[in-house]
């Protein structure tokens, strides 16, 4: 059978296993902008490419392995990235299931990256019916792996970041060097091959508009992370802390393309964290306002790179949501996932955020190692006081790549038996226990932790005043979504 394409990227996902009933209406449905940078990396250097999106297309993984069949292509691999760094774990159920049908179905040598795949390459390969593990960010080591099996080699020796048997044996070879030049490598996303239409929105990202939650799009302005949070697994795939920035014009062009060619209103800039270096973010800033787009974003930033001068052409440029990492009230819980900021702090830059017109997603954690129920309460009662136009609340889940997780191997603590496990929305969901508080204690937390914010009086009146009835309606509909919870055994209310 003739080959159609060299490389297809497969974006795995299955919303009813991660979110349970959530899927249906309140969770996001993101482009894969990660697999749409690889792909257009891998176009721009003579490579015919196509990308299928298992996740927004509802694809089960005998149907992407059909798909797979018809375009014949040398090389399949399996993206497990997600825009957020928690997703790609969660992911990994489903992409193990998508490998076993490719391996089944197909003739196509099959390989799988992303952040799990190179947090436990080792492991991934002697599990995963795969034929490759890509170790690291990607784009040169799928450059030269689809290069050999187009020009049928098995010389893997040379192709970097690569895990593969030779004869039974692992080997593996070291990682590719850190991409220096973004604007090089990372290029004008492959959106013209991702089903544009069917991306959605989070519910609150569109409290404004419940009904305009599509057209959706995500990008990156800059990669990696200059802190190690204990909880976070980010620097896995990047190898060290660290950030690196595309620049300003490339980015505002690609956002020109969003906006021209796709309709695109609603954008999340999925950098771990935009509000960083003003140089940067107020380049993008400047340049949006200048080219007149209109907007609704939302972006990461930390309560200690928040400036209030900045807060205005902000909020003019469509950046109408900023996710704080708040994590804990307790200032010792804080401390030891490095995060220093005061509770004091924490308030004064939420209202200052808020003062601007650009609404507030705090991000809180219950069950860090040092967290206790009362420890807990202090977060909940931040939340409660701080009452930002959204919450999302967490279990601390041993994420692989995170020192968590190393910590959770030494201390021989329980951890999920599947993958999905990871999610924090799932049936088998499993979060870590503290030194004074179990994992069934944690979740029993979180979920009612949940129910007192989202049912609170005082929300609720503050979310009509600001959106109107209907938003609150919802906000009311949704929390009545009662999700099972294995180590529970009794249905719990979420949200996402």
């Given at each position: 059978m003739k080959k159609t394409v060299d490389i297809v990227l497969i974006n795995p996902g299955d919303k009813k296993l991660i979110y349970q009933q959530l899927a249906d209406e309140a969770s996001a449905i993101e482009p894969p902008f990660w697999a749409a940078v690889l792909a257009a990396f891998l176009r721009n250097r003579g490579l015919s490419v196509q990308i299928i999106d298992a996740n927004a297309d509802y694809l089960a993984p005998e149907d992407v392995a059909t798909e797979v069949g018809e375009l014949n292509p040398y090389l399949a691999a399996v993206i497990v990235y997600g825009s957020q760094p928690s997703a790609s774990t969660q992911n990994m159920t489903v992409a193990g299931r998508i490998c076993n049908a490719l391996k089944s179905a197909t003739s196509a040598k099959v390989a799988i990256a992303g952040l799990h795949p190179s947090a436990l390459p080792k492991r991934t390969l002697e599990e995963e019916n795969v034929d490759f593990v890509v170790e690291g960010e990607g784009p040169l080591t799928l450059k030269a792996l689809a290069e050999i099996e187009k020009n049928n080699s098995t010389n893997y020796t040379?192709?970097?970041?690569?895990?593969?048997?030779?004869?039974?044996?692992?080997?593996?070879?070291?990682?590719?060097?850190?991409?220096?030049?973004?604007?090089?490598?990372?290029?004008?996303?492959?959106?013209?091959?991702?089903?544009?239409?069917?991306?959605?929105?989070?519910?609150?990202?569109?409290?404004?508009?419940?009904?305009?939650?599509?057209?959706?799009?995500?990008?990156?302005?800059?990669?990696?992370?200059?802190?190690?949070?204990?909880?976070?697994?980010?620097?896995?795939?990047?190898?060290?802390?660290?950030?690196?920035?595309?620049?300003?014009?490339?980015?505002?062009?690609?956002?020109?393309?969003?906006?021209?060619?796709?309709?695109?209103?609603?954008?999340?800039?999925?950098?771990?964290?935009?509000?960083?270096?003003?140089?940067?973010?107020?380049?993008?800033?400047?340049?949006?306002?200048?080219?007149?787009?209109?907007?609704?974003?939302?972006?990461?930033?930390?309560?200690?790179?928040?400036?209030?001068?900045?807060?205005?052409?902000?909020?003019?440029?469509?950046?109408?949501?900023?996710?704080?990492?708040?994590?804990?009230?307790?200032?010792?819980?804080?401390?030891?996932?490095?995060?220093?900021?005061?509770?004091?702090?924490?308030?004064?830059?939420?209202?200052?955020?808020?003062?601007?017109?650009?609404?507030?997603?705090?991000?809180?954690?219950?069950?860090?190692?040092?967290?206790?129920?009362?420890?807990?309460?202090?977060?909940?009662?931040?939340?409660?006081?701080?009452?930002?136009?959204?919450?999302?609340f967490y279990s601390a889940m041993a994420y692989p790549g995170s020192r968590l997780y190393d910590i959770a191997l030494r201390e021989k603590w329980a951890l999920p038996e599947k993958w999905h496990g990871y999610s924090q929305h799932?049936?088998?969901?499993?979060?870590?226990?503290?030194?004074?508080?179990?994992?069934?204690?944690?979740l029993k937390f979180r979920d009612e932790a949940f129910h007192k914010y989202f049912e609170n009086r005082k929300y609720l009146m503050m979310i009509e005043q600001k959106f109107g009835p209907k938003v609150s309606d919802h906000i009311q509909r949704i929390t009545k979504t009662r999700l099972k919870r294995k180590i529970l055994e009794s249905p719990t209310a979420e949200q996402h």
């Open positions: 040379e192709v970097p970041g690569l895990w593969y048997l030779d004869h039974g044996a692992v080997r593996n070879n070291p990682r590719a060097p850190l991409i220096k030049n973004l604007d090089e490598i990372l290029p004008v996303s492959a959106w013209d091959l991702l089903p544009m239409k069917k991306y959605r929105a989070h519910n609150w990202h569109c409290f404004d508009n419940l009904e305009q939650r599509t057209p959706y799009g995500a990008i990156y302005t800059s990669l990696g992370c200059p802190y190690s949070c204990i909880f976070c697994c980010i620097n896995a795939l990047f190898g060290k802390p660290g950030i690196r920035y595309r620049s300003p014009e490339i980015v505002a062009d690609e956002i020109e393309i969003l906006v021209r060619d796709y309709g695109i209103k609603n954008l999340k800039i999925v950098d771990e964290l935009f509000v960083l270096r003003d140089e940067h973010y107020m380049a993008i800033v400047d340049l949006i306002i200048e080219r007149g787009y209109e907007l609704n974003i939302w972006a990461y930033a930390r309560v200690d790179t928040v400036k209030a001068k900045n807060l205005e052409r902000m909020r003019k440029a469509g950046i109408q949501w900023l996710a704080l990492g708040i994590e804990s009230a307790n200032p010792d819980i804080r401390k030891g996932a490095a995060k220093k900021m005061t509770a004091t702090d924490i308030k004064n830059v939420v209202k200052m955020i808020q003062d601007s017109g650009i609404r507030v997603i705090g991000n809180y954690l219950f069950g860090l190692p040092e967290d206790t129920l009362e420890t807990m309460q202090e977060t909940l009662d931040m939340a409660l006081d701080l009452n930002c136009e959204f919450a999302n799932a049936y088998e969901t499993l979060p870590l226990p503290t030194k004074f508080a179990s994992a069934e204690e944690v």
